[in-house]
C-alpha cells in the first residue's frame, strides 16, 4: 500500500470517528435540552452540559487534525 493510499485510508477513518461524535453530540444536546425544558434540573442535566463540552472539544480537536493531514496529503 502506497503512502498515499494510507493516508487517504487514515482520513476515511477519521471522518467515521468524527461522525460517531458528532451524533454523540447530537444526542447529549437534545437529552440536556429536553431536562431543561422540563425544568428538571438534576445531576443528569449537569453531567450532560460536562458531555456537551467534552464532546464539542473533541469533535474541534479532530477536524483540526483532520484538516492537518488534508494538508499533508498535498505533501506526498
Do not use: Q, R
Not at 450532560?48 to 469533535?59: A, D, E, K, R, T
Amino acid at each position: 500500500m502506497s503512502k498515499v493510499d494510507k493516508a487517504k485510508e487514515y482520513i476515511g477513518a477519521m471522518k467515521v470517528y468524527m461522525g460517531f461524535i458528532l451524533a454523540s453530540l447530537m444526542g447529549t444536546v437534545a437529552f440536556t435540552s429536553k431536562l431543561y425544558m422540563g425544568n428538571h434540573i438534576i445531576p443528569m442535566f449537569w453531567i450532560g452540559i460536562v458531555g456537551i463540552i467534552l464532546l464539542s472539544i473533541s469533535f474541534l480537536l479532530l477536524m483540526k487534525h483532520l484538516h492537518k493531514k488534508i494538508d499533508d496529503l498535498e505533501n506526498l
